[in-house]
C-alpha cells in the first residue's frame, strides 16, 4: 500500500477539487461537530470528487462512516476509537492512520496495524483543538531515529502549522511527508500553493534516494 507524501485537510469538497485539480492525491475530511447525515452528505461529495481524479479519501474520527460511504480509510486522533477496534469495524482493506505526538504513541499504533502516523504538531497551529506538545525538529529527529534503533518502519507524515521552507529540512529528519491545511486553504492561490507543495516534497524525495 502506498502512503502519499502530501495530505491536504479539508472541511469541504470545493477544497479538495482544487487541490486535487493542482495534482493532490490524499484528502483528508475533518468535519467536527456536525450531525451524521450532514458529515455523510458532505463525505459523499468529497468522496466523488477524489475518485473522479484519482484521490484516495480518508475520513477523520469516524470509522463508521469510512465504512458507509466507501472511503479509502480513516485517520483517528488521540481521543478516537482503539485503533485495533476501528481495524475490526472497517476490515483490512481500508487505510488506517493514527495521531501520535511521542514515541509511544507511534510504537502503540504501529503495533496496532496502523498503516501510517501522523506525527505533531511541529509547530503551533490554530486549526486543531486540544494541541499536544509542540516537537519541533528536534522532536521529529530524535523520534526518527530511535523508530530506526528499534527496527521500526512505518510512513510518518508530520503535521501541525507546517510551511514550503519547513519541507526539505522534515525529510532531511526521515519523515514520510507532511500534513496541511490551512497553508493551501488560506493561501491566496490554493491550487498553486499544492503544486508548489508537492514539487518541493518531489524534489526532496529524489534527493533522499541519491
Known sequence: MTISSFHYIVTQPEQAAVACSAGADWIQLRLKNKPYEDWKAIAQETLAVCQASGAR???????????????????????????????????????????????????????????????????????????????????????????????????????GGITRTDVPLLRQVGVHGIAVSSAVSAAADPAEQTRLFLTLLYESIADHRR
Open 57 to 159: 479519501l480518508i475520513i477523520n474520527d469516524n470509522p463508521h462512516l469510512a465504512g458507509e460511504i466507501g472511503a479509502d480509510g480513516v485517520h483517528l486522533g488521540k481521543e478516537d476509537m482503539p485503533l485495533a477496534q476501528a481495524r475490526k469495524l472497517v476490515g483490512s482493506e481500508v487505510i488506517i492512520g493514527g495521531t501520535a505526538n511521542t514515541l509511544e504513541d507511534i510504537v502503540q499504533h504501529y503495533q496496532s496495524g496502523a498503516d501510517y502516523i501522523g506525527l505533531g504538531p511541529y509547530r503551533f497551529t490554530t486549526t486543531k483543538e486540544k494541541l499536544s506538545p509542540i516537537l519541533g525538529l528536534a522532536g521529529y529527529k530524535g523520534i526518527m531515529e530511535a523508530l530506526q534503533q528499534q527496527g521500526i518502519s512505518i510512513p510518518v507524515i508530520a503535521i
